[in-house]
């Protein structure tokens, strides 16, 4: 039960409200805060950008995981830094100079990821995983809050989980879409620690308490 890092997804709040939200996740037992930027492009949706990552940067006292499903990231990885981000998270089927996009991510100063989706195998990571900070394993396909968990997400996160134990004991195993109090047990069991819930969290009755019972269940 401990060893978990809980982040809920802002890309679930209420953004004519969003100070309200972020300080809820404040005085919550979340540990980081997950910022879901969309281009339309890369994902068939639109989500948000710098200003509202800024404004979620001027009120968080946790830090920002931004997750970019972007195309061309490398463009932007100096404003995303300067609007606030401790970590940031390229897509690898969007980066086809992923160790360079990489280490301009740390060269910033940020916590360096790298994601997957669902049907991309976790064999695209093994020649990356020694230099990044977290592997973030998409349990959805990208693009919106609120799908159904893909069932052979258990399946690869124990396959990461092994060459993280060769290549990086230390990595991030992150889990994003469809996390919740139901399966939370199971994933950390196959080898996730932080784990992004959007839905969950927002669409309960307390988001707060919801936070308490995923970090603690
Ligand atoms: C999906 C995003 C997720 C999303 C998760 O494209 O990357 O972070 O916010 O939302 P839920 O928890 O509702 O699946
Ligand atoms: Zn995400």
């Not at 997804?9 to 930027?37: C, K, P, T």
């Not at 109090?181 to 009755?205: C, D, H, Q, R, Y």
């Amino acid at each position: 039960t401990n060893a978990r890092l809980i982040a809920p997804s802002i890309l679930s709040a209420d953004f004519g409200n969003l100070q309200r939200d972020i300080e809820m996740i404040n005085n919550s037992e979340a540990d980081w805060i997950h910022v879901d930027v969309m281009d339309g492009v890369f994902v068939p949706n639109i989500s948000f950008g710098f200003p509202v990552t800024e404004v979620a940067f001027k009120h968080a006292t946790k830090p920002l995981d931004v997750h970019l499903m972007i195309v061309e990231p490398d463009k932007y990885l100096k404003r995303f830094k300067d609007a606030g981000a401790a970590s940031i998270t390229v897509h690898v089927e969007a980066c086809p100079h992923l160790n360079r996009t990489v280490q301009a991510i740390k060269e910033l100063g940020c916590k360096a990821g790298v994601a997957l989706n669902p049907h991309t195998p976790v064999a695209m990571i093994e020649d990356i995983i020694k230099y990044v900070d977290l592997i973030l394993i998409m349990s959805v396909n990208p693009g919106f809050g609120g799908q159904h968990f893909i069932d052979n997400t258990y399946k690869k996160i124990a396959d990461l989980k092994k060459l993280a134990d060769l290549y990086n004991p230390n990595v991030y195993i992150e889990v994003d879409g469809g996390v919740d109090a139901t399966n939370i047990n199971k994933l950390m069991a196959a080898g996730a620690n932080v784990f992004v819930a959007g839905s969950s969290v927002f669409g309960a009755p307390s988001a707060s308490d919801m936070i308490s019972t995923l970090k603690h269940t």
